[in-house]
């Protein structure tokens, strides 16, 4: 199983970025997406989740900013992130978790926090 986070990088406020998370060794199709972001010193935040119905969650944060989707066929999921804020700035993970809904995000099943993506906001 794995799942790598991709895509990171330098942004300036306002801007975007799009992340992508690669999946293989599992059925992809049959797992709630998640991505989670983390800041030194802090526990690791829940951002945004979509489940196999393609139904999406976001924390209050980044609603109406982030976008997640995925494509079952390419085992991927992606998080757009438009008007980024230095905020922001975090490593960023993607994991299959039990449930996104009902505004939460559940237990993960499998998780890529080794192979984070760094997305760094700032002028």
């Known amino acids: 199983v794995q799942l790598q986070a991709s895509g990171g990088g330098l942004a300036q406020p306002g801007g975007s970025l799009r992340l992508s998370c690669a999946a293989s060794g599992f059925a992809f199709d049959t797992f709630a997406i998640a991505w989670f972001r983390q800041t030194p010193g802090k526990e690791r935040e829940g951002v945004s989740c979509?489940?196999?119905?393609?139904?999406?969650h976001y924390t209050a944060s980044v609603k109406d900013q982030f976008t997640i989707s995925r494509d079952n066929a390419k085992n991927t999921a992606h998080l757009q992130m438009n008007s980024l804020k230095p905020e922001d700035t975090a490593v960023y993970y993607c994991a299959a978790v039990t449930m996104c809904g009902l505004g939460a995000i559940g237990k993960v099943y499998f998780d890529s926090w080794g192979q984070g993506t760094q997305v760094t906001v700032s002028s």
């Open positions: 979509i489940n196999i119905f393609d139904g999406t």
